[in-house]
């Protein structure tokens, strides 16, 4: 949802996805009306071969003073005709994940949001350790970090929560995947390293 990357991608051939209430602000954005489709929760769409369901996430909406609250908040099961990937989107960590993997799991992989968490609000990011608690709730051995090391948002090093999360994955058996920017990975063949933790290096 950040402006001029939807204004950029607007009039292409892209379908947009989006919780119920999202798709005024797309078309504010010059998304045509008809490449959107809105979901509620537990409500699934089919692009191609895969299905796409909206599911619950623990999080406020808005894009601005006056909007709070107005639009869907949601996570995404993606499932293919041979994978099936779990997406948290921002959430706090509550009973829902248990739900959801009970319901749609077990999950293939899960790109799960680790950053923004402060005790000041606990209910709108996962912990590190809840991260991890995360994938055992929906039945992944795979996640990969996001929402992290971008925005300085909640009194933490930039590289705190993956240094964190890193260790918790390894005590409890969860691979991480984590890709350098740009590089592409297929999880569970192509190797990814902590590349957070190596020194940069001056001529």
């Known amino acids: 949802m950040e402006t001029a990357t939807i204004k950029f991608l607007a009039d292409r051939e892209i379908q947009f ?6 798709g005024a602000r797309l078309e504010g954005w010059g998304v045509p009306k008809d490449h959107i489709t809105e979901l509620g929760w537990e ?4 692009y191609g071969s ?5 599911l619950p996430g623990i999080h406020y909406s808005g894009r601005s003073h006056n909007d ?8 995404y099961a993606v499932r293919g005709a041979e994978k099936n990937i779990f997406s ?3 959430t706090g960590y509550g009973r829902h994940l248990k739900e ?10 899960a790109f799960v949001e680790i950053d923004g968490w402060n005790k000041g609000w606990p209910l709108t990011h996962l912990f590190p350790h809840e991260a991890i608690q995360l994938c055992q ?18 009194l933490h090093p930039w590289d705190e929560s993956i240094q964190m999360v890193a260790s918790e994955a390894a005590a409890n058996n969860i691979q991480l995947v984590t890709p350098i920017m740009g590089e592409k990975v297929i999880p569970g063949v192509d190797p990814t390293n902590n590349w957070w933790e190596i020194k940069a290096t001056t001529r």
């Open 68 to 75: 709070r609250n107005q639009t869907l908040w949601a996570s």
């Open 50 to 54: 895969i299905t796409i369901t909206a």
């Open 88 to 90: 948290s989107g921002d």
């Open 100 to 109: 959801i993997g009970e319901k749609y799991g077990p999950f293939d992989m």
């Open 43 to 46: 409500q699934p769409t089919t």
């Open 17 to 22: 996805i989006a919780p119920l209430g999202v």
């Open 137 to 154: 709730d929906i039945g992944t051995e795979h996640m990969l970090p996001t929402h992290w090391g971008v925005f300085d948002l909640a």
